[in-house]
């Protein structure tokens, strides 16, 4: 099942999320086969700000222990993370349902 993770990073911490990022980005590649789609959210002046995770795991407890996990999180980037399931009707621009 599809979930979309945002995560809020807490004001002013520009500086622990690029200290924190090689261990961010080393944990996603062990969960590749999982991860359909991630990126930083941007703020107004293009700085990342957030992340934005669409991951394919078998529920919604799932999805939340793969956030936790994240080093981001164990590093107390996070203001928030949001969980959602979701249901993809484009990829490419192709209509899948």
């Given at each position: 099942?599809?979930?979309v993770l945002v995560c809020t990073d807490?004001?002013?911490?520009?500086?622990?999320?690029?200290?924190t990022r090689p261990s961010h980005l080393a944990y996603l590649e062990t969960y590749q086969s999982k991860l359909v789609q991630g990126g930083a959210l941007l703020d107004?002046?293009?700085?990342p700000s957030g992340s934005l995770l669409i991951v394919d795991v078998a529920?919604?407890?799932e999805a939340a222990?793969?956030?936790e996990a994240d080093p981001y999180n164990r590093a107390?980037?996070?203001?928030?993370v949001l969980i959602r399931p979701?249901?993809?009707?484009?990829?490419d621009g192709e209509k899948l349902a």
């Amino acid at each position: 099942m599809l979930f979309v993770l945002v995560c809020t990073d807490k004001p002013g911490s520009l500086d622990l999320r690029l200290a924190t990022r090689p261990s961010h980005l080393a944990y996603l590649e062990t969960y590749q086969s999982k991860l359909v789609q991630g990126g930083a959210l941007l703020d107004h002046d293009g700085r990342p700000s957030g992340s934005l995770l669409i991951v394919d795991v078998a529920d919604r407890a799932e999805a939340a222990g793969f956030a936790e996990a994240d080093p981001y999180n164990r590093a107390g980037l996070f203001e928030s993370v949001l969980i959602r399931p979701y249901r993809q009707v484009f990829r490419d621009g192709e209509k899948l349902a």
